[in-house]
């Protein structure tokens, strides 16, 4: 198969119905089953691995972004997960809050949603601008934008001086969205594991089903001593 070059100075409708269709020609079909079962909500996904779209996505942003981005459909997965990893291959901070306002309403699944945000790398060179930004996030309420938030502050802010504001976001989660509650128990353990005097009081505010699912996912971890899971397992509480 010939190697299309995907950096481009401009984009055109023509031009990205060649990026689907290649796209559509390199999906292995026993990879697309395995993902459908690992992403169920999934729309129209083809079966791509990761490293080709990073590849494609990193070619695309040494172009013109925006043009692209404003080509970019919802067809497929592998459409709305290229486009994310593009936004995350921005140089300018603004840019990618601005590309995010308007992607984060394409996001209907976890994979597409924290492939992403581990993509924001940006957010870390301006940290207190990305941290007021994700706040704004929070009131939308929706489920991905949930998600999006406590995943992105998994990835970015598990740290200093930010530790504090993040348990605060951690608490204030009050919803049943299955995925964003997966998403709060997951930020809730890898805030114990890297700060337990500070978040070990999640263990006793969580809800039941939040807090059990943080004690699985501390047991879980290769980060944890053996005696350390014993000690969270006390935490457990009694089934009523």
Known sequence: MMQIQWKKSHW??????ILRQYLISIQEEAYQKFQMKLIPNAKNLLGIRMPKLYQIAKEIARG???EFILQSQNDFYEEIMICGLVIGECTHFTEVCLHLDKYIFRIDNWAICDSV???LKIFRRYPEEGFTYLLSKLKMQSEYHLRF???MLLC???KQPFIKRVLQIIEQIDTQYYYVKMAQAWLSAECI???EKESLYLLEVLPDWTAHKTIQKLRESKKVTKDKKLFYQTY???ET
């Open 12 to 17: 055109t409708k023509e031009d990205y119905q």
């Open 64 to 66: 013109n972004i925006e």
């Open 117 to 119: 945000c581990s993509h």
């Open 149 to 151: 938030v406590l995943v």
């Open 156 to 158: 970015h802010y598990i």
């Open 193 to 195: 594991i890297c700060f």
């Open 236 to 238: 457990r509480r009694k």
